[in-house]
């Protein structure tokens, strides 16, 4: 047995005390008082605005405060403690009957014209990005009633499995330029460039074309080459590239030659680009952190950076909007509400958590700058495939397209990657007044 001296008792209660005082247990009741470093306050420059935040990243960065709706529950399929909007109405807008139409679904992209809604999106047998993966179409003239599928781009080359690299296709988004509808598309593993082709009321498709000048180490997909293949944007493809700019919109896959940068300030990797305009006139840009199951890297955060209308965007910083992760898009309604739509259903950041894309939400806020609310308008999705081995898919609703038309928000999305699913909600259900 170890005797106690007197001298080994001082030693004991002098190391005692400095532990305590280190913990920030040295008084009664101040267990769980938070350091005095969780207390600092700092005033950063993201892009063109000034914000002062307490808020830091596990790993110190500086975070900007945008969130000020709850977080996310754990119970994900049911809401994610949400208020879920039963007025939302649901729908199909195409499913593949057999594996050979295309079991991969993703990407959505919706628009209505001259009374007409319109929809697209990337399709293809063996899974996500896989080479070969063309683009598809529908049209509804009315809620509920969809044509068949039709192909909008066809397979820009060989048609093959996942695990092959090669020339694929990723739909970007529609646009109308003197009433005339364009589908604009991105040409990917070749290169990284848009092409488009108008679609006519009566279906007719016109001659695909550049949108911006092939890259050096790009090549065409079959289907444009040729004795003519261009190399250069045709006068409407220019004008299609300023239409961007000039309606508040960006590529989902933009990059330096767009002023964008992918790096964030805490060195994070990010994607999927999309802009609204402020209240207050500002730009805000905000990417999704690169995350996925075989690369638990991400943070759970929406990324933003902010600017006035001039030059570049500088690199963006975490925010505390959560991201599930997966891909989102806001809109700016007429009085400059801004909803964000997408999958902010995570229930603590910085865990590299990769969830199930569910429930779907749209965010409000009054200013584009703090989201205060939060609803589930699709929850409850299918945990399983009806084809199975189809690379890249994971469940729940996700990647969507939104338009308001008429009092309603329209969103297109895809289901589990396999089928594409649309919703419909009244802007009244959203109480923004």
Same mark, same amino acid.
């Given at each position: ?227 003519? /293949?261009?190399?250069?944007? %045709? =006068?409407? *493809?220019? +004008? ?6 000039? @309606? ?127 609803? /589930?308008?699709?929850?409850? %999705? =299918?945990? *399983?495939? +009806? ?6 898919? @994971? ?39």
């Amino acid at each position: 047995m170890t005797r106690i001296t007197k001298q080994h008792h001082i030693f004991w209660t002098v190391g005692l005390f400095i532990l305590l005082q280190s913990c920030g247990c040295g008084k009664a009741g101040q267990a769980d008082a938070p350091k005095e470093e969780d207390d600092r306050t700092t005033k950063i420059q993201v892009g063109t605005r000034d914000v002062e935040t307490d808020q830091f990243t596990s790993k110190g960065t500086p975070v900007v405060p945008m969130w000020k709706a709850p977080m996310a529950t754990v119970d994900i399929r049911n809401g994610a403690g949400f208020p879920i909007l039963s007025d939302a109405e649901h729908d199909v807008v195409w499913q593949p009957s057999v594996r050979e139409d295309g079991a991969y679904n993703h990407y959505a992209c919706l628009i209505h014209h001259n009374g007409r809604f319109y929809a697209m999106w990337g399709n293809h047998e063996f899974g996500e990005d896989a080479p070969g993966q063309r683009v598809l179409y529908a049209h509804a003239d009315e809620w509920g009633n969809w044509t068949d599928a039709e192909e909008l781009f066809p397979a820009p080359g060989p048609v093959l499995p996942r695990s092959e690299n090669g020339i694929h296709l990723k739909p970007d988004r529609w646009a109308i330029i003197d009433d005339v509808l364009y589908a604009i598309t991105y040409v990917h593993g070749v290169g990284v460039y848009p092409i488009a082709r108008a679609v006519s009321e009566e279906g007719t498709l016109g001659e695909p074309f550049l949108v911006q000048s092939l890259p050096n180490n790009g090549s065409l997909p079959v289907f444009m080459e040729g004795d003519d /293949a261009p190399t250069a944007p %045709s =006068p409407i *493809g220019e +004008r299609l590239y300023r239409w961007y700019r000039e @309606n508040d919109q960006i590529s989902w896959w933009a990059n330096a030659s767009w002023g964008v940068q992918r790096t964030a300030v805490d060195g994070q990797s990010l994607i999927e680009s999309f802009i609204y305009r402020a209240k207050d006139g500002g730009l805000v840009l905000m990417l999704r952190d690169w995350g996925h199951a075989n690369n638990p890297v991400h943070t759970n955060r929406m990324y933003v950076s902010f600017n006035d209308g001039t030059g570049g965007w500088a690199a963006p910083y975490p925010t505390d909007i959560p991201d599930s992760p997966s891909r989102a898009q806001a809109l700016t309604l007429e009085d400059g509400t801004v909803l964000l739509i997408g999958n902010q259903n995570v229930n603590r950041y910085d865990q590299a958590l990769y969830l199930d894309r569910d429930p779907m939400t749209i965010s409000i806020s009054k200013d584009g700058y703090t989201f205060d609310r939060v609803y /589930a308008f699709r929850t409850g %999705s =299918p945990t *399983g495939h +009806r084809f199975s081995g189809i690379g890249g898919r @994971n469940p729940g609703y996700a990647y969507s397209s939104s338009i308001v038309r008429d009092g309603w928000l329209y969103t297109m999305y895809s289901i589990g990657k396999e089928d594409m699913g649309i919703t419909r909600v009244p802007l009244s259900a959203l109480e923004l007044e």
